[in-house]
């Protein structure tokens, strides 16, 4: 690797070295929630790496000047503060942080893990958990503790990785008119360099007045559609294997909080 680096001249050239395998800079691009298709040939993974390289130094240099320290690190209690009305923007960052906090439990990334734990939902958070495979399976969580344990064991027990599709029609937004924020996202999961089946996953996020005004999960609904199932209706892999998207309308993601929604007014 030594030799390689000395006699490379640019981070392309290296990139495109028989050594650096494909495998490498798809875990690469997926650790850092880029989204490239599964079956993406090594010069289109190595033009992304370049691009999300310049566009990293440009966003240094930026904060440099600005004398900014802000990161996308930002815990869910500054987000909606940050973006206001746009709840699009604010369903994108939290998407950033809840994947990077949950990936980072996969031992198999050999990173140090973020502070996963209950404190990050409601007490009466419910996790609704549908899976397919050959058949449709469906589990139900209730409470903060149950529901941080199970999705905890996604990558920490099962070794997965859930690399969501955050860009074009792969999230969507809404704010209720109870002050629910809904995100609805859809990406694929692997394990390693395996891509294993699409998943979709819904959040409905509520301002806790008792935690610091902290934005916590209220509800959380988890389909995962395998490699040898149908995928559901509302998550569409496009042709030639790009990203899933969601297909939901709003008016169908506030009726999947419709009951939640009458808790929270009562």
Request: net charge negative; charged share 20%.
């Amino acid at each position: 690797m030594d030799a390689i680096l000395c006699y490379s001249q640019s981070a392309e050239e290296l990139l495109k070295r028989k050594k650096i395998h494909r495998e490498i800079i798809f875990q690469y691009l997926t650790k850092h929630n880029i989204v490239m298709p599964s079956n993406a040939e090594k010069c289109l993974l190595v033009q992304k790496v370049i691009e999300y390289w310049r566009e990293g130094s440009t966003a240094s240099q930026r904060n440099y000047s600005s004398g900014s320290t802000s990161g996308n690190n930002a815990p869910p209690s500054d987000i909606a503060a940050s973006y206001k009305d746009d709840y699009q923007t604010m369903g994108l960052e939290f998407c950033k942080w809840f994947y990077q906090l949950l990936n980072s439990q996969n031992p198999l990334l050999q990173e140090q893990s973020k502070e996963w734990g209950p404190q990050h939902f409601w007490e009466d958070v419910i996790l609704k958990f549908s899976y397919r495979t050959s058949e449709q399976q469906l589990e139900v969580y209730t409470g903060a503790v149950m529901v941080s344990l199970r999705l905890l064991a996604l990558p920490k027990e099962e070794h997965l990785f859930l690399n969501p599709n955050l860009t074009g029609n792969g999230l969507k937004c809404i704010h209720s008119p109870h002050g629910l924020v809904i995100i609805a996202v859809a990406g694929t999961i692997h394990r390693e360099s395996i891509c294993l089946g699409i998943f979709e996953q819904i959040f409905g996020l509520i301002r806790c007045p008792s935690s610091e005004n902290n934005w916590k999960m209220k509800f959380v609904h988890l389909k995962i559609t395998g490699q040898g199932g149908t995928a559901p209706a509302t998550v569409q892999p496009n042709e030639d294997s790009e990203p899933p998207v969601i297909k939901y309308e709003s008016n169908e993601l506030l009726q999947v909080f419709e009951e939640h929604i009458v808790g929270i007014c009562d």
